[in-house]
């Protein structure tokens, strides 16, 4: 196993290069299962999650091939099922069940257990599958899903659920008759879909807010499309920037993601310029903290909770950090406590109590935000960090290591 050796104190200088977004590149390439023939995708990262929905892809039948720009055909379909030693390690191959109902009538895919930030069920996929037509059971551990065809539906999502919305708007662009999501989510990978299903001849409208209309069509067909910049790569490398007091300019990224923390570093101090295809991003001596409450997007992401507490550790003040997306988001707070955070937490928040200065130690990471926070503390503090279990942070950030180094980090892959 890798681990990261990372000397921290440097301030980080230069330029970084955002990859395609991993939250959005997995429905994009799930939705290669509606259409027979050759569709294109540009900017695919290279991460350990998108090979694992390659795998899953392929051991369906599926033709694959290309890197960055990755070429599927999914003509030979033998088979509908997503096996448990895939999903268990990928929730988000969850994501092929509303494609597979609607394209062959069927499916059965693994049922995803908890995982480390909280119990996660998927019953807010399979009522929506169940509204539109789909006899639906869980057996031996499996959802096993039937339709000969979806029919449209008026779904109301009682939670705002991202790759729930990105399953059922799969699923309803081949149902007959119109669907109606209510509540849905509104993040950019689910627009970032629907901009793709439109390629292909689908009819979705209103993606981007809480309602979204998908007129079914008979079928689908092959089409070219590009995954939007990572937005939680792009907030991890501003908090980067700020953590370490560098100045950092972030190219091809989309600043219109991330007003959320854009407002929430300008306001801890940091100073943030747009420039040309991307932003600067220049940390200040001394960085404010501030509270932040995590929220379905347009709010601040769950998915940078983590990273932006290592910054508020080092902060002058208190910060509350509220947690509302998931129940068990926490894991990162103990490991940032043994490189000296003073953390405090009460339910669903933490009391964040700012110190001087972090301390390296050897830490260990738990899941793939919790680890990136880790490698920010790391960089932050004063001497040498270890952190092992890497393997969660090659899920989500391509490169990081060298990203980071090109940066002027003091960071490197090593054996454990
Ligand atoms: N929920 C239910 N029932 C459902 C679905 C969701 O109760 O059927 C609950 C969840 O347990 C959670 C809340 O609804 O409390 C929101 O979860 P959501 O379904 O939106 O999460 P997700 O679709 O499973 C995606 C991202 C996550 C990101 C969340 C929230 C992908 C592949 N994953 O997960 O990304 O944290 O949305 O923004 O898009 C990550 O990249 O590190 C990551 C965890």
Redesign the pocket.
Known sequence: MDKFVIKGGRKLKGEVQISGS??AA??LLASSLLCDGWNTYHNIPDLVDIKTIKKLLGNLGATIEGGETLRINTGNIKRCEAPYNLVKTM??SV?VLGPLVARMGQARVSLPGGCA??????????KALQDLGAAIELRDGYIEAKASRLKGATIYFD??????TENIMMAAALARGTTVLENA?K?P?VMNLAETLNRMGAKVSGAGTDAIVIEGVDSLHPAEAAVIPDR?ETGTYMIAAAITGGDVTIKRCQPGHLDALITKLKEAGVSIEPVQGGLRVIGSKEIRCVDIKTL??PGF???LQAQVMALMAIGKGVSVITET???NRFMHVGELMRMGAVVKIEGNRAIVRGVRKLKGAPVMAT???ASASLVLAGLAAEGRTDLTRVYHIDR?YQSIEKKLSALGADMARMKD
């Open positions: 991993k939250n997995l429905p929730r988000a994501l930030i909280g119990a996660r069920p998927v019953n807010l996929h399979l939670i705002s659920t991202v790759t729930g989510a993040e990978e939680i379905p997007y992401p769950t998915d997306i998931f129940e899941d793939l935000r989500g």
